[in-house]
């Protein structure tokens, strides 16, 4: 079997750059839930962190040790269909084990493209009543977004036009064990045929 490093055409961010942004990002949700200016579950629960498979697991990994804070976490499983009829679809393939009624929530997310996923994902968390939702995304692309959606940590911010994989991030489910995050080479997508998402 081939390597897959040797798919990639160029490394964007590597796995020291994510390291360090990763840390930055716990030690700033760390500061904002530490000193109250979020946190109001009105019993004094821990942060609930709620990370959105697959994509983000290498990174919600990663995150939750660089937070200084008692919290739990939980895992909520979603697709999104993007070539069907129904363009913004999202369909709940594992729902969350914990209530979300009076709990502080940081959702975190791979990556905010259109928007779509998440806006579903936030509306039905708004129902079941949270004292607060935050969103923590590693990656960012709002040139490309169809609806606004809060988001209040973001890793990095990309270009609409590069389509990423690694470190959590997939094309056609490969590539998620990638330790850094890269561009494939463009013959993977031709003999892929679509874009696929
Ligand atoms: P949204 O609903 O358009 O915001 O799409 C979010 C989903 O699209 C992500 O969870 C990814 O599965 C996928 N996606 C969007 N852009 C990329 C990319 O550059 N690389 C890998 N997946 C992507
Ligand atoms: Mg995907």
């Known amino acids: 079997m ?41 019993y004094g ?37 993007r070539n069907g009829t129904s363009p913004g679809e999202v369909r709940i393939l594992k729902d969350l084990d914990r209530s979300l009624h009076g709990r502080d929530v940081l959702v975190v997310e791979d990556i905010v493209d ?23 995304t590693l990656i960012d692309k709002p040139a490309r977004r169809e609806v606004e959606v ?8 990309l270009p609409e036009d590069v389509f990423v994989v690694g470190y959590g991030l997939d094309f056609a489910e490969l590539y998620r064990n990638l330790p850094f995050i890269g561009v494939l080479k463009r013959e993977i997508y031709e003999e892929a045929g679509v874009a696929g998402r």
Do not use: W
């Not at 998440?118 to 708004?126: A, N, S, T």
């Open 114 to 136: 259109t928007g779509n996923t998440l806006d579903h994902i936030l509306r039905l968390f708004h129902a079941r009543s949270p004292a607060s939702v935050r969103i923590c």
């Open 45 to 81: 629960r821990p942060l609930l962190v709620v990370g959105i498979l697959k994509g983000a697991m290498p990174f919600l990994a990663d995150l939750i040790r660089a937070i200084d804070l008692p919290l739990e976490y939980d895992l909520m499983s979603v697709s999104s269909y």
């Open 150 to 157: 809060p988001v209040h940590y973001v890793g990095f911010t």
């Open 2 to 42: 081939k390597g897959i490093k040797e798919e990639i055409e160029r490394v964007l961010i590597s796995a020291e750059e994510i390291a360090q942004r990763v840390r930055a990002l716990g030690e700033a949700i760390t500061r904002d839930y530490r000193e109250g200016g979020v946190a109001r579950d009105p």
